[in-house]
């Protein structure tokens, strides 16, 4: 995969309309081998790649480089993309959100999950220690560390913090082989009972289904602003309209939701009665 999807050139993005994208899908589905086709697709949907790739870097170290979340995320919309089928019942955009976040989040957690970097920074700083423990005959203090890396003090306490902090999270605990990460054993104290989770799912299923009957864009900015929890100015620069104008597409498909809603529940009492 050769071609530029970097942050440079989401700005550059000519946008297709919604009928014309309609038509790419259906030309991709019955050619998947078709790249020119592909590789459109992805450039239709980057945007999505910046969204996640802001949302889950605030929440990473610093010495994380945004260029290797990017080249992770990209990765996963173009999986995502290889892959949907609209036979699923998901919307592409939900399946391609799940795709990009798992992609980054695995590539994060595998073997070698610090990026190069980050590493080389690590291991500068390891080698600092060194040098100055052989020559000083004893361990270095983190100002000595700072003065020979020309590096400020609080800097070196960072790098060496994150470092000890990452790998502790995926230390095991006990030496079994069936011994787990200490970050899978933390308890999810907002896990739902059985006949919750049930009710949940019968929720979200209803409003899946009310959801694919918004048109397109109204139903985009359902997701993104419920299910990705970006701002409505956030939505507008992500789908390029007016903070403004996103404001009253999202009130007309709150008000088309409640109908679509209502006439459900009033077919399934009149089902009942019946």
Known sequence: ?????????????????????????????????????????????IYLTRYVVNRVKVSLPPTFSVEDISSYGVEGLIDAVEKYTPDKGARFETYALMRIRGNIIDKIRSQDFIPRSARKKIKDVKQAQEQLRQKLGRPATTLEVADFLD????????????????????????????????????????????????????VKSELENALKRLPERERMIMV???????TLKEIGETIEVSESRVCQLHAQAIMKLKNILSENRTERLHRSIV
């Open 151 to 202: 590096m400020e003090p609080n800097k070196v306490d960072q790098i060496l913090s994150e470092d000890t902090t990452i790998g502790s999270l995926y230390d095991k605990k006990g030496s079994s082989d069936d011994s787990v990460a200490i970050i899978d054993t933390i308890q999810d104290e907002n896990r739902l009972t059985p006949a919750e989770a049930m009710e949940e799912k019968d």
């Open 1 to 45: 995969m050769t071609e530029d999807y970097s942050n440079n050139s989401y700005n550059n993005i000519k946008r297709i309309s919604d009928a014309e994208l309609e038509a790419l899908w259906k030309k991709f589905f019955e050619d998947r081998s078709n790249k020119k086709v592909r590789d459109t697709l992805i450039v239709q949907y």
């Open 224 to 230: 993104l602003y419920y299910h990705e929890n970006m």
